[in-house]
């Protein structure tokens, strides 16, 4: 059986078996039975996956936080700052007790947030404790 595509971008793929979902309702359609073979010389795939993936990285990153102001650039981080402020405004009803963040406390938080993500540890109050065997550090 011979299937000809109009348009290969809308090709789609049945995940479990990588069969084509539009042979596989073509066969349903014509009630043909599926004949299984090791022969793939009449199958193609449209490969969807062509393009490049992942950060466009410059050539001036040259540090971890180099990278990490790429990734989250001072926009960003503005703009996180402000919905942070802006939903502790809404949650707390304008109180006077309120202390907006700032970016270098944004960027702080960050920070440990990914030095904690180094070493896991049971629970999150672990990684302030002051007992001996959850340090890490020597004297």
């Given amino acids: 059986m ?3 595509f109009e348009n290969a971008n809308q090709l789609e793929w049945d995940s479990e078996d990588e ?5 596989i309702r073509q066969v349903e359609l ?3 039975p599926v004949v299984w073979t090791k022969d793939i010389a009449h199958v193609t795939r449209v490969n969807q996956f062509v393009k490049e993936t992942g950060p466009n990285v410059p050539h001036n990153v040259k540090t971890p936080t180099d990278m990490f102001l790429h990734l989250f ?5 503005s703009d996180i700052v402000f919905q942070t402020n802006l939903y502790a405004l809404q949650k707390n009803g304008g109180s006077n007790n309120f202390v907006p963040t700032t970016s270098a406390e944004m960027k702080t938080f960050f920070r440990v947030n990914m030095l904690m993500n180094l070493k896991k540890m049971p629970s999150y109050r672990d990684y302030w404790s002051s007992k001996e065997e959850m340090q890490d550090f020597f004297h």
């Fill in 30 to 32: 014509t009630k043909q």
């Fill in 73 to 77: 650039p001072e926009s960003l981080i």
């Fill in 19 to 23: 069969m084509l979902l539009t042979v």
């Fill in 2 to 4: 011979d299937i000809v």
